[in-house]
Structure formats: structure tokens, C-alpha cells
């Protein structure tokens, strides 16, 4: 048993001890009376579910999918693996529609679910409640996303993903979607503003209702512990079944594993059809035949059920003793009350003491940042006036201020936090684990003082006094014309010098994930210090491999590898940082207003021999040229398309400081040619050519493993993506 569900039971056990005999009396016989029944659980001898593939019995459970290792991912252009596939089907089809009129059926359902992910591994494909005019034992070409049917088979499916596929025009990794006869969602939302994480080992529940006079299918989840419907759906969309549905289709759930490995869990299913008119609202609480015809089909599953005997003696025991029964369900509700505030309170000193402890653990060092107190910031920014930010993020807002002990300081205030799903928890405590571990380098924004009360999340930084170097390069202002080609140097320096330092001279990689002017700040002497570290990841110089994350960081900085497959590396930093050379070099952003991508336009620049041309106007032809001309390669170096051919930070800081001859650069720009392999449900066999700097700042398209091959003219560069099932 959980040590929480164990706190609760003493705590009403203890409590239980205090009421009179005559208060006990009345908690037994409220639990006697008014505890529903549940009908027998799901069991091979139930004949009213058929399971296929890798589904199987767990108690009352039907599990689509169980748990699974995650083989590390196969070099392309190999095919993935198949999926493992778990269905569970009604055992026989359902009249969905009426020839003679064309009309379909309309339905309701509910079902409760609980997906469990290992650590070790990221999440399956999902899971769909499915409508198809095909038996479960139907196959597509690898039996992947979520086992659904090959495109042009008559369906209808509620997907629940898990798994973020960009070709297939997913939101996220955590979204609920309706799909009709393709694997594409005619119709998507995302679950976690919401509220509702499906990866959270919660069970929730999901109805799906859908009107055919109106057209309209409707689906809402909430969790299964609130008992109740939520009020207004997560997807409402317009449909009409009556062109997808044959008369008789059959019904159930699909599920599948490929890469990742979760288990799919149902505990429950409920299920009507409706012909004919309709009442105002569908029934959503057993689903029994109070609106149906003898046409209709009917039937349920699970524990939801109640005996009609059962209600009977409810009902003769509530007239009887209505008086004592009315005064039991009042003291139990205010007993439950009580007790869900008391260990609801009790849980959050609990989170805020652990939080402090954790924080705590960090201040073994004479280095570590101090621990504030609220007062205290809020002292520094007037209680965080609106006067004082001096920068947004997206996730936190950062205000200028002062502390006795440190002086002029940067307070970074996260956003409050979400208690569902955690908030600003997760980039807080990953910048400040990252700068309190071993961070202390010249060229690093220094860490001060950190506070955590009351729900305020809140990191205080040195204060840097000339602002970001984005701002200073591209609004123009007064300090602009101070950015000479000796400090623009030096600035290049100092940022590849916090790069060499977190890669290889800290006691763990950092890999920072989102090098850019925005996070690049300037002192009062115009020194570099590189900052924000709430998308950075820590390895073991050690480690060899590495599992693919979700590509985070800003479009127009990123590595096209790092698009495509996930994985952050040095590499992936330096092609940054080629980035940032080129934009103090010219000036321009990585992507102007027109679309120009700034690689591109050096890169014209570098095949008519004129790169220097490319100098930032404002330095009014005030530089050595020949250094120009090098600093503008070594960029055009960092940001290679070919991973292999891109130098280390360490590298590139030596040839700039002459320390060693230039590499060798094509005479024209590479191309990449990326060649999508998908299969043949989606029958998007394609080919399609651009040049390298559409790449890192389009918008992801998708998770592939790929392989980077250079022609052997050096000037195209093959990215082969094989779609990841």
C-alpha cells in the first residue's frame, strides 16, 4: 500500500476512535446501505470481450498492452521494429447505422483507464477506442500507431496518445484526438492546460458521446475519483457517420508499443447505441435501456454496474429508516470533509518541507548560493512590482532589485505553480540543480540566492548592467555603436569559452540546449556571460549513449540532426554557437522578417567571394579584414549541416585565435535532401530537397531515426528518415 493511503487509514482510524458508540453505529450502517454493489469483474468466463495479440486479464483489468524493454534505436535506413499490438473487441458486431434511412446511430460511452509508464523507457504509441468495419484481427504494414486500421478502411477512433509524431500532425505526447478512417486527427486538443496528464498512473475516465441529428461527436475526461462527468467536454466535433458506418460494425480498444513501453489499462467500459429520437441529454450513469428500443444494442462491463435487487433494498432501507439516514450521509460528509482537509494539508507541508530539504542538500560547498527568505525578495523588488521587470520568458519573469548582502540583483520569478502537472517546478529545479552543482566560470551568469515559499519559485542572478546582447544588437540603441569589432571578439570568446567549460571541464557534460544572443548578457565592460539554463541536460562524460528527447531550444539555432532525432550533444551546442558568431558578425537575425535565414545569406556571400561583405554596417568598416573573413567561416563551420564535419567549440576557438589554419569550406553551400521512408498506411513516400538553412528553423516535423550521409562532392548532405512505428 502506498505510504500515503497509509497515512490516510491512521489518520482515520485514529480519529474513528474519538466519536461516540452511537456515531460509529451510524458510519457501519451507512457503509452497509449505501455502498453500491459491483457486478462480477471481467474473467474468461465473461464471453462479452474478446482479447487479441498482447492483451491480456489482470484481475478486473484488461490490460491492451503490458510493459516492455526499449531495444536502443536501430541505425536507418533499417526498418523499426513491429509494434507490440493488445485489442480488446466487443465478441460481436453492433447496428451502427440505418440503411433505409442513412442515418447512424448515435451512442454513448464511458470507460475508466490508467496508463503506466516504466522509468527506464518513454511512452508507448497510446490507445484508441475504436469503430471499424474490420474484426480485431485486422493488420496494417507494422501494426503501429496504436494498432489502428490501414488508411481506407470505413472507422471511426478516440485516440488517447501518448506519443508525439509530427508527421501525423500531433500537438503533443499528451493529447486526446478523434480520427475517421486515418491515422491524422481530423480534430485534436491538448489535454495538459487541462489539467490531465495520461501519463500519471492516475485513473481517469473518459465519455464519448456522439449525436447524430446533430452530427457531433463530444468527448470528456476527468479523473475516475471525482465521480462525476466534468461539464463542459475537451473536444467537441462536428462529424457525420452516417458516410464512414456500414449497418454492422464491430467495437473496442486498440493499443501498441513500439519504441517506447507503457501499460494500457481498462477497468471498466460502459456502452449504448441510440436509433430514433433522442432524449436532451445522453444517460452517462449505467447506461441501461431507459431510452432504447428493442433494436437497440446494450451492454456494459465492469465493475459500474448495480444490482437491480440492490437498489431495491436501498430504496426499502431509505423509507424505512429515512430519518437516520438522511443524519448519516450529513455526518459522513462533513467527517469526509474534515479529514481531506486535514491530510491535504498535511501533504503540502510535507511537499514544502521535502522541497526545502532537497534544496538544502546543495549547500554542502562555500560556493553554494544562499538560501532567501520571501521577505527578502520582496523587499528587493518592491513586492514584485510591474516597475521592476526588466525581462519575460515563458516561463518566468525577471526583476531588477538589490540586497544588502549582494547588492544590484536579477530576480528570475517563476510562474506559480501548477499543482497537476508540476508548473514551473521542473525548469526551476533543472536550472538551479545545473548552477548550484559545479557551475563557476567567468563567463557564467553567477547563481547569488535561491527561494522556495509558499507556491514562489524564485532564482537571484548577478546583476549584468548592459542587458542581453540581442537587445543591444538588433533594437539599435545607444549602446549599439559600442559593440566594436574588438569587443564583438571578445564577446564570441567569452561565450566559446563557457561552452568548452560546461562540455568538458565540468564534472558532468552539460549540454545547454538553447545558446542564443537572447541568453548571452553583458556586464558593465561589455564581458559575456552566458545564462539560462532551464532547457540544459547533464551527462556523464562517460556516457555513450543517449535517449531521445523531445528537440526543445529556439527555431533558427537548432541543429537539423537535433530536429530530427532528439538527441542533444556538443555538436548540437556548437551549431548554436555558429549561429550566434554569425549574428554579432553581421548583424542580422537568424531569420529576418523576410524569411532570409542567416546562413543562407552568408553562405551567397562566401560563393561570390565577398564574405567580408557581410560585416554588421555599424562597424563602419573598423575591422581587420582578414580577421573578419575568419570569423565569419569558423561560423559558417560551427553551423555545418554534416554533424561529422562540424568542429567542437574548443576547436573553433582555436582556429580563431590563429592557432591553427582554417578548414577547409566547399565552394558552394551544402544542400540537404531528406527522403521520408513512412509506411504504407500514410502513403507519403517523398522526396524533398531544400537548402541547409531551411532546416534548423523550420518547425519539426517529426521523430525519425535517420542517418547523415555526405556525396562525395562535399556539397549535399542526405538525411534518410524512416518513420518511427
Same mark, same amino acid.
Given at each position: 500500500?502506498?505510504?500515503?493511503?497509509?497515512?490516510?487509514?491512521?489518520?482515520?482510524?485514529?480519529?474513528?476512535?474519538?466519536?461516540?458508540?452511537?456515531?460509529?453505529?451510524?458510519?457501519?450502517?451507512?457503509?452497509?446501505?449505501?455502498?453500491?454493489?459491483?457486478?462480477?469483474?471481467?474473467?474468461?468466463?465473461?464471453?462479452?470481450?474478446?482479447?487479441?495479440?498482447?492483451?491480456?486479464?489482470?484481475?478486473?483489468?484488461?490490460?491492451?498492452?503490458?510493459?516492455?524493454?526499449? %531495444?536502443?534505436?536501430?541505425?536507418?535506413?533499417?526498418?523499426?521494429?513491429?509494434?507490440? *499490438?493488445?485489442?480488446?473487441?466487443?465478441?460481436?458486431?453492433?447496428?451502427?447505422?440505418?440503411? #433505409?434511412?442513412?442515418?447512424?446511430?448515435?451512442?454513448?460511452?464511458?470507460?475508466?483507464?490508467? *496508463?503506466?509508464?516504466? /522509468? &527506464?523507457?518513454?511512452?508507448?504509441?497510446?490507445?484508441?477506442?475504436?469503430?471499424?468495419?474490420?474484426?480485431?484481427?485486422?493488420?496494417?504494414?507494422?501494426?503501429?500507431?496504436?494498432?489502428?486500421?490501414?488508411?481506407?478502411?470505413?472507422?471511426?477512433?478516440?485516440?488517447?496518445?501518448?506519443?508525439?509524431?509530427?508527421?501525423?500532425?500531433?500537438?503533443?505526447?499528451?493529447?486526446? /484526438?478523434?480520427?475517421?478512417?486515418?491515422?491524422?486527427?481530423?480534430?485534436? *486538443?491538448?489535454?495538459?492546460?487541462? /489539467?490531465?496528464?495520461?501519463?500519471?498512473?492516475?485513473?481517469?475516465?473518459?465519455?464519448?458521446?456522439?449525436?447524430?441529428?446533430?452530427?457531433?461527436?463530444?468527448?470528456?475526461?476527468?479523473?475516475?475519483?471525482?465521480?462525476?462527468?466534468?461539464?463542459?467536454?475537451?473536444?467537441?466535433?462536428?462529424?457525420?457517420?452516417?458516410?464512414?458506418?456500414?449497418?454492422?460494425?464491430?467495437?473496442?480498444?486498440?493499443?501498441?508499443?513500439?519504441?517506447?513501453?507503457?501499460?494500457?489499462?481498462?477497468?471498466?467500459?460502459?456502452?449504448?447505441?441510440?436509433?430514433?429520437?433522442?432524449?436532451?441529454?445522453?444517460?452517462?450513469?449505467?447506461?441501461?435501456?431507459?431510452? +432504447?428500443?428493442? #433494436?437497440?444494442?446494450?451492454?456494459?462491463?465492469?465493475?459500474?454496474?448495480?444490482?437491480?435487487?440492490?437498489?431495491?433494498? @436501498?430504496?426499502?432501507?431509505?423509507?424505512?429508516?429515512?430519518?437516520?439516514?438522511?443524519?448519516?450521509?450529513?455526518?459522513?460528509?462533513?467527517?469526509?470533509?474534515?479529514?481531506?482537509?486535514?491530510?491535504?494539508?498535511?501533504?503540502?507541508?510535507?511537499?514544502?518541507?521535502?522541497?526545502?530539504?532537497?534544496?538544502?542538500?546543495?549547500?554542502?560547498?562555500?560556493?553554494?548560493?544562499?538560501?532567501?527568505?520571501?521577505?527578502?525578495?520582496?523587499?528587493?523588488?518592491?513586492?514584485?512590482?510591474?516597475?521592476? @521587470?526588466?525581462?519575460?520568458?515563458?516561463?518566468?519573469?525577471?526583476?531588477?532589485?538589490?540586497?544588502?548582502?549582494?547588492?544590484?540583483?536579477?530576480?528570475?520569478?517563476?510562474?506559480?505553480?501548477? %499543482?497537476?502537472?508540476? /508548473?514551473?517546478?521542473?525548469?526551476?529545479?533543472? $536550472?538551479?540543480?545545473?548552477?548550484?552543482? +559545479?557551475?563557476?566560470?567567468?563567463?557564467?551568469?553567477?547563481?547569488?540566492?535561491?527561494?522556495?515559499?509558499?507556491?514562489?519559485?524564485?532564482?537571484?542572478?548577478?546583476?549584468?548592467?548592459?542587458?542581453?546582447?540581442?537587445?543591444?544588437?538588433?533594437?539599435?540603441?545607444?549602446?549599439?555603436?559600442?559593440?566594436?569589432?574588438?569587443?564583438?571578439?571578445?564577446?564570441?570568446?567569452?561565450?566559446?569559452?563557457?561552452?568548452?567549460?560546461?562540455?568538458?571541464?565540468?564534472?558532468?557534460?552539460?549540454?545547454?540546449?538553447?545558446?542564443? #544572443?537572447?541568453?548571452?548578457?553583458?556586464?558593465?565592460?561589455?564581458?559575456?556571460?552566458?545564462?539560462?539554463?532551464?532547457?540544459?541536460?547533464?551527462?556523464?562524460?562517460?556516457?555513450?549513449?543517449?535517449?531521445?528527447?523531445?528537440?526543445?531550444?529556439?527555431?533558427?539555432?537548432?541543429?537539423?540532426?537535433?530536429?530530427?532525432?532528439?538527441?542533444?550533444?556538443? !555538436?548540437?551546442?556548437?551549431? &548554436?554557437?555558429?549561429?550566434?558568431?554569425?549574428? @554579432?558578425?553581421?548583424?542580422?537575425?537568424?531569420?529576418?522578417?523576410?524569411?532570409?535565414?542567416?546562413?543562407?545569406?552568408?553562405?551567397?556571400?562566401?560563393?561570390?567571394?565577398?564574405? &567580408? $561583405?557581410?560585416?554588421?554596417?555599424?562597424?563602419?568598416?573598423?575591422?581587420?579584414?582578414?580577421?573578419?573573413?575568419?570569423?565569419?567561416?569558423?561560423?559558417?563551420?560551427?553551423?555545418?549541416?554534416?554533424?561529422?564535419?562540424?568542429?567542437?567549440?574548443?576547436?573553433?576557438?582555436?582556429?580563431? !585565435?590563429?592557432?591553427?589554419?582554417?578548414?577547409?569550406?566547399?565552394?558552394?553551400?551544402? #544542400?540537404?535532401?531528406?527522403?521520408?521512408?513512412?509506411?504504407?498506411?500514410?502513403?507519403?513516400?517523398?522526396?524533398?530537397?531544400?537548402?541547409?538553412?531551411?532546416?534548423?528553423?523550420?518547425?519539426?516535423?517529426?521523430?525519425?531515426?535517420?542517418? +547523415?550521409?555526405?556525396?562525395?562532392?562535399?556539397?549535399?548532405?542526405?538525411?534518410?528518415?524512416?518513420?518511427?512505428?
Amino acid at each position: 500500500m502506498p505510504k500515503n493511503s497509509w497515512s490516510l487509514a491512521a489518520n482515520f482510524k485514529k480519529m474513528l476512535e474519538n466519536f461516540s458508540f452511537s456515531a460509529k453505529v451510524f458510519i457501519a450502517l451507512s457503509i452497509i446501505f449505501f455502498t453500491p454493489s459491483r457486478a462480477a469483474p471481467i474473467s474468461p468466463s465473461n464471453n462479452n470481450v474478446t482479447l487479441y495479440g498482447g492483451a491480456f486479464l489482470s484481475t478486473a483489468t484488461i490490460v491492451l498492452s503490458k510493459e516492455k524493454s526499449c %531495444p536502443p534505436l536501430p541505425p536507418p535506413p533499417l526498418f523499426p521494429p513491429f509494434a507490440a *499490438v493488445g485489442r480488446a473487441f466487443y465478441a460481436r458486431p453492433l447496428r451502427f447505422l440505418d440503411p #433505409t434511412a442513412g442515418a447512424a446511430a448515435s451512442f454513448s460511452c464511458s470507460f475508466s483507464f490508467s *496508463v503506466t509508464v516504466p /522509468g &527506464s523507457c518513454p511512452a508507448g504509441d497510446g490507445f484508441a477506442f475504436l469503430i471499424t468495419c474490420q474484426d480485431a484481427n485486422f493488420s496494417g504494414l507494422y501494426d503501429g500507431y496504436m494498432g489502428l486500421p490501414a488508411e481506407g478502411s470505413d472507422y471511426l477512433s478516440v485516440e488517447f496518445d501518448t506519443s508525439f509524431d509530427p508527421i501525423l500532425g500531433d500537438i503533443n505526447d499528451n493529447h486526446v /484526438g478523434v480520427d475517421v478512417n486515418s491515422i491524422r486527427s481530423v480534430s485534436a *486538443v491538448d489535454l495538459l492546460p487541462r /489539467g490531465i496528464d495520461l501519463k500519471s498512473r492516475e485513473e481517469l475516465t473518459a465519455w464519448i458521446e456522439y449525436r447524430d441529428p446533430e452530427k457531433s461527436i463530444r468527448v470528456w475526461i476527468g479523473p475516475s475519483k471525482e465521480k462525476i462527468r466534468p461539464t463542459s467536454p475537451v473536444l467537441d466535433s462536428q462529424i457525420d457517420l452516417s458516410k464512414h458506418f456500414k449497418e454492422f460494425m464491430h467495437m473496442g480498444f486498440t493499443a501498441s508499443n513500439t519504441r517506447g513501453s507503457s501499460a494500457y489499462s481498462i477497468n471498466s467500459w460502459q456502452f449504448k447505441t441510440f436509433f430514433g429520437p433522442l432524449p436532451s441529454s445522453l444517460p452517462i450513469d449505467g447506461l441501461d435501456c431507459i431510452f +432504447c428500443s428493442p #433494436t437497440d444494442s446494450n451492454f456494459q462491463i465492469g465493475p459500474f454496474s448495480y444490482h437491480p435487487s440492490r437498489k431495491r433494498r @436501498i430504496l426499502s432501507v431509505a423509507l424505512v429508516s429515512g430519518g437516520l439516514a438522511l443524519l448519516t450521509v450529513t455526518f459522513m460528509a462533513a467527517f469526509v470533509s474534515l479529514c481531506v482537509f486535514c491530510v491535504r494539508r498535511r501533504r503540502k507541508r510535507l511537499r514544502r518541507a521535502h522541497s526545502k530539504l532537497e534544496m538544502r542538500k546543495f549547500q554542502g560547498g562555500r560556493m553554494v548560493p544562499k538560501m532567501l527568505s520571501l521577505t527578502e525578495i520582496k523587499s528587493a523588488t518592491n513586492d514584485f512590482n510591474r516597475d521592476k @521587470i526588466i525581462g519575460e520568458g515563458a516561463s518566468a519573469v525577471v526583476y531588477g532589485g538589490a540586497i544588502p548582502s549582494f547588492g544590484p540583483v536579477a530576480v528570475k520569478r517563476f510562474a506559480n505553480e501548477n %499543482p497537476t502537472n508540476g /508548473g514551473s517546478r521542473i525548469p526551476f529545479n533543472t $536550472e538551479f540543480a545545473t548552477m548550484a552543482g +559545479c557551475l563557476r566560470h567567468k563567463n557564467l551568469v553567477q547563481l547569488q540566492g535561491w527561494c522556495c515559499e509558499k507556491n514562489e519559485l524564485v532564482l537571484v542572478y548577478e546583476y549584468m548592467a548592459n542587458g542581453s546582447l540581442d537587445r543591444i544588437l538588433h533594437n539599435r540603441t545607444h549602446l549599439t555603436r559600442l559593440l566594436t569589432w574588438e569587443r564583438r571578439l571578445n564577446i564570441i570568446l567569452g561565450v566559446a569559452s563557457a561552452l568548452v567549460y560546461l562540455h568538458e571541464e565540468c564534472e558532468s557534460q552539460i549540454i545547454h540546449r538553447d545558446v542564443k #544572443t537572447c541568453n548571452i548578457l553583458l556586464d558593465s565592460e561589455f564581458n559575456a556571460k552566458l545564462g539560462d539554463f532551464g532547457l540544459a541536460e547533464v551527462y556523464r562524460h562517460s556516457l555513450r549513449t543517449r535517449q531521445a528527447t523531445v528537440p526543445a531550444g529556439t527555431m533558427g539555432y537548432l541543429a537539423p540532426e537535433y530536429v530530427f532525432n532528439g538527441v542533444p550533444s556538443v !555538436k548540437t551546442d556548437a551549431f &548554436s554557437f555558429g549561429v550566434v558568431v554569425l549574428e @554579432i558578425l553581421t548583424g542580422r537575425r537568424p531569420v529576418d522578417e523576410e524569411g532570409v535565414v542567416l546562413g543562407d545569406y552568408v553562405w551567397d556571400l562566401w560563393e561570390k567571394g565577398m564574405i &567580408s $561583405e557581410g560585416a554588421d554596417g555599424n562597424l563602419l568598416g573598423l575591422f581587420d579584414r582578414a580577421e573578419m573573413e575568419r570569423a565569419l567561416i569558423v561560423g559558417l563551420c560551427c553551423a555545418h549541416p554534416d554533424c561529422v564535419k562540424r568542429p567542437t567549440v574548443r576547436e573553433a576557438v582555436r582556429v580563431l !585565435k590563429g592557432e591553427c589554419p582554417l578548414p577547409v569550406l566547399p565552394a558552394r553551400k551544402p #544542400t540537404v535532401r531528406i527522403q521520408s521512408v513512412v509506411c504504407q498506411l500514410a502513403e507519403l513516400d517523398d522526396e524533398i530537397e531544400s537548402s541547409v538553412g531551411d532546416t534548423p528553423w523550420s518547425t519539426p516535423r517529426t521523430h525519425f531515426s535517420k542517418n +547523415c550521409v555526405t556525396s562525395p562532392d562535399n556539397n549535399e548532405v542526405y538525411v534518410v528518415r524512416a518513420y518511427d512505428v
